[in-house]
């Protein structure tokens, strides 16, 4: 039985000091995403939309078991039950409230990104753990300084305040390669990623190449054996498939690949542009302009995409204002044709607001679960960082688990959804 830790009186009067202190940190990252967030977070019923697929069918689909929160994986109290998390990481290590949560496996132990830590430092805040059964939750442990206190990641020369997180990573060896946005200005949310690598295990960085500042601002990256999927740019060796997106939430999604040994020389990515036709295999170039999307629907911002063998299929989940919700698609090869999506997390639907999701005091008020100051401001999802590790199949049935932030209370929840082959 995982040990929980009563939250000390002291951690809630901080974390209240520390949101006062730090109001610019909560911009809104879940709200603005196109929409009067009011609107968007009050309408009921989702917003059917038409996107241009290349196939309107569905490979996987969301099961009669739905999907449901696991814990609040972040913070000292889960605000849904009045209850000591697992983690206590305001206490532990003075992480308060952070978003975000990408993972990779490096050196036996899954890794997480958190962005915009709000705690007793500035930046962000990087966390791993060695727990294998999601169902009570996971135990993290945070990376740490001298002081015992969360150690904020650092790059030489790269700028990494508000909106300038880390987004996406990978391990080989003893090395640890991590992407973060940087550069964002009131006209651009996320103006430029870049490549990272650190030789201590993320205690520090060195900077590595600039990245984009187009299609590949977000990166999901995902090692594969080359010879496993046929039509790479590489038909053999290990290589890094990476997914991206551009204009932060107003983006499709692009496809690129590197070879794993060639990882840090931005000159070998090459980027899926169309299918050959006569061949039916991908088309590759060495130019990101030439980069097609995947699919049209420009909403995209965070995205996730992992290969479930129980399925499979490669999954994306990824966040959009319309519909609302976290969206599913499915395909049988990393460039698609993805499937149409399916909302598998609707925030009404799904037991979000008015339980671990705040619904602003000015439009009604049944919950508690908000941060100080924060009474009438809406909670809204996004960030669905899968676990593919982790998954269960069972009865015909694959139980995916994932990362969900909610803006408000600031926090990372644990999901699961429970998925079908169609």
């Not at 640890?176 to 949310?189: C, L, N, R, W």
């Amino acid at each position: 039985m995982k040990s929980r830790i009563r939250m000390k009186k002291s951690s809630a009067i901080l974390f209240a000091l520390m949101l006062l202190l730090t109001a610019c940190i909560f911009r809104t990252r879940a709200a603005n995403v196109g929409l009067n967030p009011t609107a968007a977070v009050t309408e009921k019923t989702i917003v059917n939309i038409t996107a241009t697929v290349a196939t309107a069918t569905y490979l996987v689909r969301r099961a009669a078991g739905g999907t449901q929160k696991i814990c609040q994986l972040t913070g000292d109290t889960d605000r849904e039950l009045g209850k000591a998390t697992i983690n206590q990481t305001g206490s532990r290590y003075g992480v308060l409230g952070t978003d975000l949560g990408f993972s990779f496996p490096f050196e036996d132990r899954l890794y997480f990104l958190f962005g915009d830590t709000v705690g007793v430092h500035a930046g962000d805040s990087i966390a791993s753990s060695t727990d294998s059964d999601p169902e009570d939750c996971l135990q993290l442990q945070f990376v740490t300084g001298t002081d015992g206190r969360y150690l904020p990641p650092k790059v030489p020369g790269v700028s990494l305040g508000p909106f300038e997180v880390p987004l996406g990573g990978f391990g080989v060896g003893e090395k640890m390669y991590i992407f973060f946005s940087t550069d964002h200005t009131e006209q651009k949310v996320m103006g430029r990623s870049v490549l990272a690598r650190s030789d201590d295990g993320a205690k520090s960085f060195t900077f590595l190449y600039d990245v984009s500042t187009d299609k590949f601002i977000n990166v999901d990256p995902v090692i594969v054996d080359s010879a496993a999927v046929p039509g790479l740019p590489e038909a053999s060796g290990q290589g890094v498939l990476l997914w991206g997106t551009g204009n932060y939430r107003k983006s499709n999604p692009y496809l690129a690949y590197v070879p794993l040994a060639s990882v840090e020389d931005r000159g070998a990515w090459r980027f899926y542009t169309s299918l050959d036709p006569a061949t039916g295999l991908p088309r590759w170039s060495d130019q990101e302009s030439d980069a097609a999307a995947l699919f049209n629907h420009p909403c995209l911002g965070e995205l996730s995409v992992a290969w479930y063998a129980s399925l499979d299929k490669w999954l994306m989940l990824y966040n959009c204002a319309l519909p609302r919700g976290i969206t599913m698609r499915s395909a049988d090869d990393p460039w698609g044709p993805w499937s149409s999506g399916e909302v598998i997390f609707q925030p009404w639907d799904d037991g979000g607001y008015c339980h671990f999701m705040h619904v602003a005091y000015d439009s009604q008020n049944c919950d508690k679960v908000q941060d100080p100051g924060r009474d009438n401001e809406w909670a809204g999802e996004y960030g669905p960082y899968m676990l593919p590790a982790l998954s269960r199949n069972q009865d015909g049935a694959t139980t995916i688990y994932y990362v969900m932030s909610v803006w408000n209370p600031y926090a990372v929840m644990l999901m699961k959804t429970e998925l079908v082959l169609e």
